[in-house]
């Protein structure tokens, strides 16, 4: 019994890889452009999420800065709310709602793109984030669950969705662990080409 519902898991992840991936290799791709687009003109790229997601996001913010599979320069990429002190002092201006976009109003600017990570897309802060950035002339990527919530409907028309169609978290956070190394990977092949195979 233990050990099928353990094989189920895997089943069940592999399942939902195999049905998004046509579904999903469109909205990745012009989120990976609206990333090169703003890096290669000298913007930078903000990135958060809350609890699980807060963990991507300094992940990507890693692989970004760092390397993912292959050497290149560091990118211009802020992870938010990372810092706790930070987080806390913003909590206490003016409450958890406001302290992601009090840091995108203070660190993002025009030509600078905010990327961030909600499975249910219905976070307070995370609303207020987007209409920080918003406010400060930045593109929005958004990695999002089940029909995107909230936060879908607040993105504009030069912003992202990548929308995982899943009702389970852990399923759409391991969705978004994926498609953040797709994106690593996209964009190092827009940046350095294709990779020599030798």
């Keep these: 019994m233990l050990e099928q519902r353990i094989q189920q898991q895997f089943f069940d992840a592999a399942d939902l890889r195999y049905q998004s991936a046509e579904a999903l290799a469109k909205p990745i791709a012009e989120a990976s452009q609206a990333i090169v687009g703003v890096l290669t003109a000298g913007g930078k790229v903000l990135v958060c999420g809350l609890g699980p997601s807060a963990a991507l996001a300094s992940l990507a913010a890693a692989q970004l800065i760092g390397r993912f599979e292959r050497d290149r320069p560091g990118l211009a990429v802020v992870v938010l709310g990372a810092d706790a002190v930070v987080a806390n002092q913003l909590w206490l201006a003016g409450g958890a709602a406001d302290a992601l976009a009090r840091q995108v109003s203070t660190l993002g600017a025009p030509g600078d793109l905010l990327l961030l990570m909600d499975p249910e897309g219905e976070h307070d802060a995370l609303l ?3 209409d920080a950035a918003h406010a400060n002339e930045m593109a929005v990527v ?6 995107g919530g909230a936060l879908r409907a607040a993105l504009g028309e030069t912003d992202a969705a990548v929308t995982v169609p899943h009702d389970r978290n852990a399923r759409v956070t391991e969705m978004h662990l994926l498609i ?3 994106l690593c990977d996209a964009i190092d092949l827009q940046l350095l080409g294709e990779e020599d195979p030798a």
């Design 128 to 130: 207020a984030a987007v």
């Design 142 to 147: 958004a990695l999002l669950g089940r029909t």
């Design 180 to 182: 953040l190394h797709v």
